[in-house]
């Protein structure tokens, strides 16, 4: 048993770093694909001697086998690099503005797991009626609606309309309620789809069926019986779904001027500053493999068939 867990936590382990890797190839390669940056840096009018002496300085002379050994030598000792348009590192403006991003994150997903996770099992409890069709019919709209377009709903009523809220930035409490609730759409969804299904079929099993006759109450059957079995796959969206709101916050930041990792890749992106687009596809794989990773370890905290 002990050289099975050890086999599958090995796999697991190398799966997790091809999957780093292939992530850290990508952004290496797009980076160079993206064109010459000391055309931006310098100007289109700058003479071809300057912009040869940027290109030695940056090290884009350089062979490109020789470019990316040293960029996965600069990820694996923590070094990512100066950025070309603020001239800071990069692992210090990532942390500048990772706390808004993660303000952000929490809130949507705190939104998304209240709301999600009581109407999935509405609906799963009283599945066929109309409670059930309309939450379904909820969790679907939420699915589909696109996020930008949401979010900008969202500014012209609260905002433009009632003058109730904020349109946009950062600051007091007040500012984070129409992100947070545009980020958390589409996790609510997800989540409230997903308890739906795992409810259905955890009301489904016998042992249900025998705690009812056992004059167990309702609310304790669903809750404490039948939710606590179908709680792993909602626990898997749960952290999956963080990881893609922390590495995918773009359009909402964009849409509320919110000062977050989203808003720092639009700015490298325009600017062509590769060293910054790279570090921040680094930092958002190592968070997705680090969830991952998470997730495996809550398996066999909850389920020990899986250890």
Known sequence: MKARTVRRVGGRLASLFASLLIALTLAFLL?????????????PMAPPEQREALRHQLGLDLPVVVQYLDYLRGVFTGDLGQSLQFYQSNVSMIADRLPYTLQLVGAGMALALLVGVPLGVLAATREGTWWDRGASTLALLGQSVPVFWFGMMLVVLFAVQ????PAGQS????HLVLPALTMSVYPMAHIARLTRASMSDALAEPYIDSARARGISAGRVVWRHAF???????????VLQTGILLSGAVAVEYVYSWPGLGQLALQAIQFRDFPLVQAIVVFGALVFVLLNLLVDVLHSIVDPRVR
């Open 31 to 43: 980076g160079r694909l993206s064109g010459d940056p000391t055309a931006t840096i310098l100007g």
């Open 162 to 165: 009632l003058g109730w809220l």
């Open 171 to 174: 600051g007091s409490p007040r």
């Open 228 to 238: 606590k079995n179908a709680m792993m796959p909602i626990l898997t969206i749960v």
